[in-house]
């Protein structure tokens, strides 16, 4: 098995699921894989994979998605309570500090541990994401949440993602069908999904995109202009807009970009240039009396 599963129990006793990849006594700066709003770890184990020849990869199951426990109170689904999850996973796995690797959600979980606890992060990717959000993705999102249908099979599975995800239009028949298996969970051979439906109850509402009432979290992202900071974009994102980009490089002028052609929101993170990139990012931020 290319992982090891981690169960932990965190605060208000819910117990929390994820892998574990890579050597554990690396000396190299370790990786932490934080999912989008419904996704799970599953969606980092190509790249984990990649990565831990060198270095230890976590890959979290957030409370409420994959195999960690649904929340009795859905109120606990928020980045914050996330975020707490996630330096209990660090502290437990014994990583003081880390490259944090977040999609979408995790990303901005991501930026919230760089105001909260700076001390804890060595490098930062956000895989198609930024402080500000195109409310037009917001508005995708929010119907995906509100209207996902049941699939009937897994054919059915590969057939709805191709419907509701925007700007892959290149992928083949089988990367659809690997698709479909990060997002659903087999449930007796059939596709179920992989997240607690109350999730739907903490996002944005159609009123907060029309009149402009969505948070930003620039003063969150202003606190990673220190690291090592890599920007994955997706060529046809309706989320991470070249223009949110652009004010973002004003404020981190040292960051990095990358694009990834033919992806929408968002990347796998297992394109030959993402991969290239994180694992150039990530050698960047090692510890310098190793590269010697």
């Not at 890959?59 to 980045?79: F, H, I, M, N």
């Not at 690997?178 to 739907?200: C, I």
């Amino acid at each position: 098995m290319a992982w090891r599963d981690i169960y932990y129990t965190v605060h208000d006793g819910l117990r929390l699921h994820a892998r574990d990849y890579g050597n554990r006594n690396s000396p190299l700066l370790p990786v932490v894989c934080l999912a989008g709003l419904t996704r799970n770890s599953r969606d980092f184990h190509d790249l984990a994979v990649a990565l831990a020849p060198e270095r230890r990869v976590l890959a979290l199951d957030y409370r409420g998605r994959g195999l960690s426990d649904y929340a009795d109170d859905w109120r606990t689904y928020t980045p914050q309570v996330e975020l707490s999850d996630t330096l209990a996973l660090m502290s437990l796995a014994g990583i003081e500090d880390a490259a944090i690797i977040g999609t979408s959600r995790g990303g901005i979980v991501a930026m919230l541990m760089a105001a909260a606890r700076p001390s804890a992060m060595k490098a930062v990717v956000l895989n198609d994401i930024g402080p500000e959000i195109a409310s037009q993705g917001l508005l995708r999102i929010r119907g995906y949440l509100e209207h996902a249908p049941v699939p009937a099979d897994w054919n059915d599975a590969t057939d709805i993602l191709r419907k509701i995800n925007h700007g892959f239009d290149n992928l083949t028949n089988a990367e659809w069908r690997a698709y479909a298996r990060r997002v659903f969970r087999d449930v007796r051979g059939k596709p179920r999904s992989d997240h607690d439906p109350q999730l739907k109850r903490t996002f944005i509402t159609y009123a907060d995109v029309v009149y402009d009432r969505i948070p930003t979290l620039w003063p969150q992202f202003a606190a990673l202009s220190h690291l090592p900071t890599l920007i994955v974009r997706g060529q046809n994102s309706d989320l991470l807009s070249p223009e949110i980009i652009e004010k973002m490089r004003i404020v981190h002028p040292a960051m990095q970009t990358i694009t990834v052609a033919d992806r929408g929101h968002a990347p796998f993170l297992n394109e030959p240039n993402a991969i290239e990139a994180i694992t150039a990012l990530l050698r960047s931020a090692d510890p310098a009396q190793l590269l010697s």
